[in-house]
Protein backbone atom coordinates (compact mmCIF):
# COMPACT_ATOMS: atom_id res chain seq x y z
CA UNK A 1 0.00 0.00 0.00
CA UNK A 2 3.00 2.11 0.86
CA UNK A 3 4.08 1.99 -2.67
CA UNK A 4 0.79 2.89 -4.16
CA UNK A 5 0.93 5.96 -2.44
CA UNK A 6 3.99 6.97 -3.34
CA UNK A 7 4.07 5.83 -7.00
CA UNK A 8 0.65 8.38 -6.88
CA UNK A 9 2.40 10.57 -5.53
CA UNK A 10 5.30 10.75 -7.79
CA UNK A 11 2.55 10.98 -10.86
CA UNK A 12 1.34 14.00 -9.70
CA UNK A 13 4.83 15.42 -9.02
CA UNK A 14 5.59 14.73 -12.59
CA UNK A 15 2.40 16.21 -13.64
CA UNK A 16 2.61 19.30 -11.71
CA UNK A 17 6.02 20.65 -12.58
CA UNK A 18 4.21 21.61 -15.90
CA UNK A 19 1.68 23.80 -14.63
CA UNK A 20 2.31 25.10 -11.94
CA UNK A 21 -0.12 23.17 -9.76
CA UNK A 22 1.93 21.36 -6.94
CA UNK A 23 -0.24 18.48 -5.72
CA UNK A 24 2.43 17.45 -3.24
CA UNK A 25 1.40 20.75 -1.22
CA UNK A 26 -2.36 19.56 -0.67
CA UNK A 27 -1.00 15.70 0.07
CA UNK A 28 1.43 17.36 2.69
CA UNK A 29 -1.90 18.86 4.68
CA UNK A 30 -3.22 15.80 4.72
CA UNK A 31 -0.47 13.53 6.17
CA UNK A 32 1.06 16.45 8.06
CA UNK A 33 -2.00 18.52 9.58
CA UNK A 34 -3.28 15.70 12.30
CA UNK A 35 -6.58 18.34 13.83
CA UNK A 36 -9.32 17.34 11.02
CA UNK A 37 -10.82 20.85 11.50
CA UNK A 38 -7.23 22.36 10.61
CA UNK A 39 -6.68 20.10 7.98
CA UNK A 40 -10.33 20.73 6.44
CA UNK A 41 -9.72 24.69 6.59
CA UNK A 42 -6.28 24.30 4.83
CA UNK A 43 -6.97 22.13 2.05
CA UNK A 44 -10.61 24.31 1.49
CA UNK A 45 -7.61 27.24 1.56
CA UNK A 46 -4.98 25.55 -0.69
CA UNK A 47 -7.86 24.41 -3.05
CA UNK A 48 -9.13 28.32 -3.18
CA UNK A 49 -5.46 29.79 -3.79
CA UNK A 50 -3.58 27.21 -6.00
CA UNK A 51 -6.52 24.76 -7.38
CA UNK A 52 -7.22 27.24 -10.79
CA UNK A 53 -3.12 26.16 -11.81
CA UNK A 54 -4.41 22.66 -11.74
CA UNK A 55 -5.07 20.21 -14.99
CA UNK A 56 -7.62 18.03 -15.13
CA UNK A 57 -5.50 15.04 -14.63
CA UNK A 58 -4.43 16.75 -11.53
CA UNK A 59 -7.72 17.40 -10.01
CA UNK A 60 -8.65 13.65 -10.60
CA UNK A 61 -5.51 12.76 -8.69
CA UNK A 62 -6.69 15.02 -5.99
CA UNK A 63 -10.27 13.65 -5.92
CA UNK A 64 -9.18 10.16 -6.49
CA UNK A 65 -6.94 10.69 -3.48
CA UNK A 66 -9.03 12.99 -1.31
CA UNK A 67 -10.50 9.62 1.40
CA UNK A 68 -6.48 9.19 1.78
CA UNK A 69 -5.46 12.55 2.35
CA UNK A 70 -8.27 14.49 3.56
CA UNK A 71 -9.43 11.27 5.80
CA UNK A 72 -12.42 12.59 7.98
CA UNK A 73 -12.02 16.30 7.06
CA UNK A 74 -13.00 14.91 3.42
CA UNK A 75 -16.53 17.10 2.93
CA UNK A 76 -19.17 18.09 0.45
CA UNK A 77 -17.47 21.42 0.55
CA UNK A 78 -14.33 20.48 -0.64
CA UNK A 79 -15.95 18.19 -3.49
CA UNK A 80 -17.32 20.83 -4.64
CA UNK A 81 -14.64 22.92 -4.86
CA UNK A 82 -12.54 20.17 -7.13
CA UNK A 83 -16.06 19.32 -9.03
CA UNK A 84 -15.97 23.57 -9.71
CA UNK A 85 -12.26 23.65 -10.60
CA UNK A 86 -12.44 20.25 -12.88
CA UNK A 87 -15.75 21.84 -14.68
CA UNK A 88 -13.68 25.25 -15.58
CA UNK A 89 -11.49 23.33 -17.48
CA UNK A 90 -13.77 21.45 -19.74
Not at 23 to 42: M, N, S
Request: with cysteine; aromatic share 12%.
Amino acid sequence: MRWVVFALLAVSLLVSASSGCETYEFYKIGYTVHDTTERHAQMVKWLASEGKRCNQEQLIIIWNNLPDWAGVADSAEIRQRVISLFSRKL
